[in-house]
């Protein structure tokens, strides 16, 4: 009879733990919200972190933003041209852009630089008892740590996104006007046509789900590290998969209900 | 005063601490011995609230800290100093940062005034000009002496010190020992001194307690320590593999 | 000079915040600075189609928009506000037109032929302009196609009238079987002359040898005779305005000729339905042709007067009556879709067009291009083999062979997909042919996402004449993202060791609306 019943067991182990995880990540994340009204905002370390999170991740972002549109413009020109209306290029990469694409791949890159960097960062922190150095200094860590990192990721996903999207977007005419040698005016012009502004800011909205996602999840992982160099390891890597996770699955609910 | 009444706590079904009962005097350095892994540092983090107890108070000038909300805890720890086993600097700021960091999270003191105190603090210690240094370029020592300083920057009423000599060579052990007695001579803080170094536990304690299979079953003045009839205290004290103390048993 | 933190972060954030400013008053067509304008009206009889913020235009450039509308007098007075920079004189003319069959209104405003523009003074803030009804009203056009249908309604019940009786599907039957043994025998046919045909081929092979040679002989010749044919074409060249000159004058006149028998076409129209009578007769002609040959063999006559296949048409018919009467509920879907296989490196595109009679159920028809080896995809190799020497005598074979392969490989083969699909609930299960094999499939639409996420899964090369290839399976998930496109990804050949793979893909998809928005160029629907 245990045999028969074990299975059952450990499925409802793992739903529990599903829960947990994610209880525990929504108390974190109210904790973290609650302190931004407790204490003030502490600038230095959120201009360090928008730092960390918007400049220094420009060139992966643009890098990102570029060869995803000029694919976007190679594959839709494969498929257009066989109904000849090559003319919605434009409109197909920067919708898949602005929509889509910009946002996702932005929150991916993110996560892969910035919030790994994070988790490891907390993470070596809580194993040298750095985060209890800063109780004991009745500084509260998710004030001082998560807080400027929430806010940082929140403020710059959906400003590295425009950059993204429109990087994407000229790589994408890149290679409609000079390398697919089509008329570059139709390409901005059906974009003008086709696009709408609530196309745009329910790409940026997504972005802030995204940043709030990636900051909250990296740095609770973070805290909850333990078992020393090894454990900050498995829980960057923890934070990484989640994070990704989490915004593919925030991606589908979003845009279900925003488009 | 800080006293800590039928503590007891356990993790993952093993009891760690087990109806511990302690008074710690005001203005006294008391030194907590036993042997490692025993639960003296889990003791520390209970006297910081950074653990909660499973039943049991822990009082401090009266006040039970287990009830409070955080910000009442975090007013209680400003009367704290803390000194880490391996000085849990933070390495990404510098030397004169790590000191300053709790000036500048808790008063509002102009830069000139912070830069007075880390530096009287930073020769009080020994390390002065050391300051511009990074926490990963300086040695084990000096960063406990860095530990040091931080802890007592804000002027503490409680300094604890979680196993400040470990790891040291004899003489650096010796140095830091010394610090502790002329920094308490200075600032007249209530000292509790965690530590399986009985030579310096003689020389920095006014109290010695001893912590063995989570209660207190010894405390008094070095003197009396020395002189002990307890088996355990007797065999500890005397660093001898013969006596009650069993290998097996961490 | 240094910047700080902070500053780098401020310029950063309001460069990039200004981008977006810039493009969302570019795309949401929001404009700072209006351009100064002045108001015009004119009246209509009436204003249908056209609201305020319409489009005013002057020879298809757009001039301004509608500001207001009102009723005067049981008349629409439209007011217009017209960019200072373009002129509107009095004698200019307004009418509400319609940009395509299906597009949407706008008012134009055009100067009237034969008159003079540029003497006149130039119309004013708050004055009226004169209106004209619309060239083209699109009511009358409608009307217009209804009285077409009327027409081909009469002619078609007249087909029926010589089809539709039984004597006349009969013949049909007849004449469908004789079709039949017709494309049996020619395939024999084929079939027995597959090594004469194998013959020629070779010797064509031959001949283009020679003549390969020959071109090397006659180079000079040739280069001669392109020179020739050069001259020609310059003669030509010069000739050819001339000649369209003439050609002009031609359907000039065909015109003209057109013009003047317009009432001889509509007679001749008429007499359709009688022609159509005398086609019966034809009819009765071939079903005597065919009856001929049915003597022969008198139990296949029997089989094709068997009531159960009379009643299976008339069952169709039946069918075809119901479809004609749900002709609104009927859809034409369009989608075409890429596919690109990890593992062979190679790609599957095909088009598809799904005729959908009702929500039920759907027949899909398609075209795929697949790569070699895919399903039961093989190359066309053909080998010609010439022997040059005959066998010396004793010897068993032959000295010396000359072999000479052509092989004739396809990067890409032309595959056919002909299937019915049903619907249950999420579920649309499909069979028929696909890639030109037999195969069947399940589609799984995850509820409350608007079908826009399906799971499928495709079984074929059930009767593939290979024997070395066995049934293809593969399923994957494909999202549709955004209104006609989808992404496409998943696992081909799930249950072969050497060839199974990943793929992913994409591609667009229209339905007939979206495809008469395509042909008459209207702004596409928002969903």
Known sequence: ?259 | MIVLERLTKSFNGIKVLNNLNIRFDDQKITVVIGRSGGGKSVMLKHIIGLIRPDSGRVLINGININTLKKKELNEIRKKFGMVFQDGALFDSINIFENIAFPVRQHTKLKESEIKDRVYSILSDVGLSGQELKMPAEISGGMRKRVGVARALILNPEIVLFDEPTTGLDPIMSDAINNLIISMHNKFKFTGIIISHNIEGAYKTGDVIAMLYDGSIIEIGSPAEIKSSKNPVVNQFVTGSMNGPINFNMI | MKINKETKVGIFTVIVLLILAYFSFRVGKIHIFKPPTYTISAYFKSANGIGVGTTVTMAGIKIGTVKKIELTNGMARVYMAIESKYKVYPQYVASIRSMSLLGESYVSISPVSGTSVSRTKELLNGETIKSEISPQSMSALIMKFAKTADDLEKVSRSLRKSVGTKTGERHIKAILYNIAMLSKNLNRLVYINQRNVNVIMSNFASISKHINGLTLKNDAAITRTIHNFNAISYNLKEELPAITENIKGLSQNLNHIVAKNRNNINESLKNISVDTKKLQLSLNEIYGISSKINHGQGTIGKLVNRNSVYNNLNGSLKGINTLVSGYSQFQVKMNMKSRYLARSKSSITQVNVKLQPSPGHYYELGVASVPMGYGNTFGQTQTTTYTTNSPPSGEFYPSSVTTNTTQYTYSNSIKFNALIAKNFYNFTLLAGLLYSTGGVGVNYYIPGTNKNIKLYARAFGFNSNNGSVSEYVNAGIAYTFYRHLFLDAGYDDIFSNHNRSIYIGGGVKFTDKDLKYLIVGGKMPTP
């Open chain 1, 1 to 259: 009879m245990d045999e028969l019943l074990s299975p059952f067991e450990g499925i409802g182990k793992y739903i529990l733990k599903i829960i947990d995880e994610l209880g525990s990540l929504i108390i974190y994340l109210w904790e973290s919200v609650l302190s931004i009204f407790r204490y003030s905002i502490n600038f230095g370390n959120l201009i360090d972190q928008m730092i960390f999170i918007g400049m220094d991740s420009f060139y992966v972002i643009g890098l990102t933003g570029l060869f995803t549109g000029m694919v976007l413009s190679l594959q839709a020109y494969y498929a257009a041209k066989i109904v000849g209306v090559t003319y919605m290029i434009g409109p197909t990469v920067a919708l898949s852009m602005t929509r889509e694409l910009g946002p996702v791949l932005t929150a991916l890159m993110i996560t892969a630089r910035c919030g790994s960097s994070m988790a490891s960062e907390i993470g070596t922190m809580k194993v040298t008892e750095q985060i209890d150095a800063l109780e004991v200094m009745a500084v509260d860590p998710y004030y001082y740590l998560s807080i400027p990192r929430i806010l940082a990721a929140m403020i710059m996903l959906p400003i590295m996104t425009i950059l993204c999207s429109l990087i994407g977007i000229i790589g994408g005419y890149i290679v409609y006007a000079y390398v697919l040698g089509l008329n570059h005016m139709v390409y901005i012009e059906k974009i003008y046509q086709y696009m709408k502004l609530s196309d745009i800011y329910n790409g940026l909205l997504k972005a802030v789900f995204f940043g709030i996602i990636i900051a909250t999840i990296s740095t609770f992982k973070g805290f909850e590290t333990t078992g020393g160099s090894k454990g900050v390891g498995r829980f960057t890597t923890q934070a990484v998969v989640l994070s990704s996770i989490y915004i593919l699955f925030a991606d589908y609910i979003l845009t279900s209900i925003l488009f």
